[in-house]
């Protein structure tokens, strides 16, 4: 016995294929919704800790991630200059637990075919090129219309559309994604034998200078500046730019300086923050992932809780038998702590660089936010 039948999903990022993951597994009907004509899998590649490996354990997906990514421990931080030296070694909390390494990379296309698969298997029906555009409540039936039709009528419906979410935008709900006044450049380049973890450059003409192993043949690489107007950027510019911009740094960074000359290609986003006060939920529709919330990547957990949202709510609606208040309490109790702890660290890391404090205590949030993030969501 399920709380729910019949379940439609917008959004086949992460939190929606994860959510979509364990309530098929658990016997309910779910479609899922993807705007995109195909699935899509913006940027390069993406940092995992320890408790989103947890969660993808938990989806049946680990083994086939582990052998697709990166894993490591521990950080390094390292100078500008010409001999980039390693300025400090940090060790990692495993915020997954003993089983799980502290942290991996993977490329982002990896993951999502691999969430995809799992997907279908356990028999959720994606349709792409599927724009959620409207939604009808009536008693305990949502109708949802994709591309201006009716699409059907559901018994709950999960908004993972992301941080410019339309369900969002449909149920009423008007907090959105504010910019953080920082912005990103990334690349994916090969991986130079001595890049073994994350590293980290801090000072010299960006905020953060920094790559994570994604493979043995594999990296991603990044320059966090103050935010700027890079609208129209043509690709062979944002190259150019980037490998303009890194020139400070050396070590591995001459090798991925190599890759951009030869043609890599760069791309740039703005960092956002926002998280949605409770409720999450208008009747029987309800938000998750970056729809509910988004923090610049500093402490790299904004997919980790997109997939614990999808967990906490799959676990609640497939464990209990009716959607009613006491399921959205034990939802929000659940979630909307633990994801504004991320949000509000994750924000005070970004505006210390912005303010150039150097006497924060960077080390000791990122340490508390990951003791908190290795209790179970
Ligand atoms: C620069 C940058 C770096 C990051 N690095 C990391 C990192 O290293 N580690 C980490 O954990 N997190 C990182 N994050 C955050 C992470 O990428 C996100 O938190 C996560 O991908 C969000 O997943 P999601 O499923 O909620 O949304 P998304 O992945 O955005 O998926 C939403 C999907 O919904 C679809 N959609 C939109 N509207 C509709 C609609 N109306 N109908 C149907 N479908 C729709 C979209 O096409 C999309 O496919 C980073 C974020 C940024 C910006």
């Known amino acids: 016995m399920t709380a729910v039948n019949k379940v439609a999903i917008a959004g086949s990022g992460v939190a929606g294929l994860a959510a979509g993951i364990q309530l098929a597994k658990a016997g309910v009907a779910v479609d899922l919704f993807e705007a995109q004509p195909e699935l899509s899998a913006l940027g390069s590649g993406i940092s995992l800790q320890g408790n989103a490996l947890r969660a993808f354990d938990t989806l049946g997906a680990w083994d086939e991630i582990k052998a697709a990514g990166y894993p490591f421990e521990g950080l390094n931080l390292r100078a500008p200059g010409p001999d980039a030296p390693i300025v400090a070694e940090l060790p990692d909390v495993k915020t997954g637990g003993p089983d799980y390494p502290a942290a991996m990379g993977m490329p982002r296309p990896d993951l999502a075919r691999i969430l995809f698969a799992h997907a279908e298997k356990a028999g959720v029906n994606a349709t792409f090129g599927a724009k959620v555009t409207g939604l009808e409540q009536s008693g305990d039936a949502v109708e949802v219309f994709v591309n201006g039709a009716s ?59 920094g790559y994570t192993p994604t493979g043995e043949g594999s990296m991603y690489a990044f320059l966090v500046e103050k935010a700027q107007d890079r609208v129209g950027v043509s ?29 890599a290609h760069a791309n740039y986003t703005w960092f956002t923050k926002h998280v949605v006060a409770e409720p999450w939920n208008r009747g029987r529709v309800v938000i998750i992932g970056d729809a509910a919330h988004s923090c610049p990547p500093t402490i790299a957990q904004g997919a980790a809780q997109g997939l ?70």
């Open 151 to 209: 699409a059907g009528t559901y018994d709950l419906v999960i908004g993972a559309d992301g941080l410019n979410s339309t369900v969002r935008d449909l149920i009423g709900i008007e907090t959105k994604p504010e910019p953080v006044g920082m912005g990103i450049w990334r690349t994916f380049v090969s991986r130079p034998a001595e890049v073994v973890r994350s590293e980290l450059y801090y000072g010299g003409p960006v905020y953060i200078a």
């Open 308 to 377: 614990e949202d999808a967990l906490v709510l799959t676990e609640l609606l497939t464990g209990g038998e009716q959607v009613d208040q006491g399921l959205w309490d034990a939802f929000h109790a659940r979630r909307l702590p633990r994801a504004t702890a991320v949000v509000e660290a994750s924000v005070q890391l970004a505006q210390w660089q912005i303010d150039g404090d150097r006497d924060a205590d960077a080390g000791g949030l990122i340490f508390g936010i990951a003791q908190k993030m290795a209790q179970p969501a």
């Open 235 to 263: 690709d062979e510019e944002a190259t150019r730019i980037m490998l303009e911009e890194s020139r400070a740094y050396h070590g591995p960074w001459d090798a991925i300086r190599a890759d951009l000359a030869a043609g």
